[in-house]
């Protein structure tokens, strides 16, 4: 299964952008960057996913390298309630039917 | 739309003792998944389903039994309880990949704490 590297922690300050990157240097073709969050004291929830193209919704942005090697999840204004830890995965097309999760990256948002 | 609701929120279990967790899910979707979560760590596949009827193992399913007799519910068994059991255990559900929308939404989860 193709791997994926965070940061173990970052820090940002509050109503600034925040980039937190993910290298999948093995990453195969038909695999999507997937990402998500989790909440103090919540389960995770979804926040964006993408293939090749940058993908923006109303949590975040997606930033795709063109080699499809390292992507960038993009906060565009951190707010306190952005304090989570956040997971970049790999997810197939087709077969591979787990979902699993790495470390992520720790995100301390500072007032 | 509930999505996906785990039942107890929060359980004390004697060490040897049994129990099940509940997972359902209102979304029609094929997979779902049993994870554990320990103080300050990340999600840990226990065990998970591809469809009614079948179940498959995770990173770590010793100790666990699961079932899926229907396909918005997946069960999580505790036959023995042992105190390394104690956690926060997750639930997830999703569409299989190639569908229109493959993220998976997840359960408040189930603190359970073995004494």
């Known amino acids: 299964d193709a791997k994926t590297t965070q940061p173990n922690s970052m820090e940002s300050n509050e109503e600034e952008p925040v980039h937190l990157p993910c290298n999948h240097s093995?990453?195969?073709?038909?695999?999507?960057i997937h990402w998500y969050r989790q909440l103090p004291s919540q389960g995770p929830e979804y926040v964006i996913h993408g293939l090749t193209s940058n993908v923006n919704n109303r949590m975040a942005s997606l930033a795709i390298a063109e080699d499809r090697k390292s992507s960038t999840l993009i906060l565009h204004r951190a707010t306190l309630r952005d304090a989570a830890v956040y997971y970049c995965i790999l997810l197939p097309n087709f077969g591979n039917e787990k979902l699993t999760f790495g470390t992520g990256t720790r995100l301390t948002i500072i007032p | 739309n509930a999505g996906v609701t785990q039942t107890p929120k929060f359980r004390v279990l004697k060490t040897g003792q049994s129990m099940t967790l509940l997972c359902a899910q209102d979304?029609?979707?094929?997979?779902m998944y049993w994870y554990r979560q320990d103080p300050g760590m990340g999600l840990r596949l226990i065990h998970y389903s591809v469809g009614e009827g079948t179940t498959a193992k995770g990173e770590v399913p010793d100790g666990y039994n699961v079932s899926r007799l229907k396909k918005q519910n997946f069960l999580l068994g505790l036959e023995s309880a042992a105190p390394s059991q104690t956690s926060v255990y997750f639930c997830?559900?999703?569409?299989?990949?190639?569908?229109?929308?493959?993220?998976?939404?997840f359960g408040q989860g189930t603190r359970l704490t073995v004494v």
């Open positions: 979304m029609n979707h094929e997979y």
């Open positions: 997830a559900s999703r569409n299989p990949p190639g569908g229109k929308t493959t993220e998976a939404f």
């Open positions: 093995t990453i195969s073709g038909t695999d999507y």
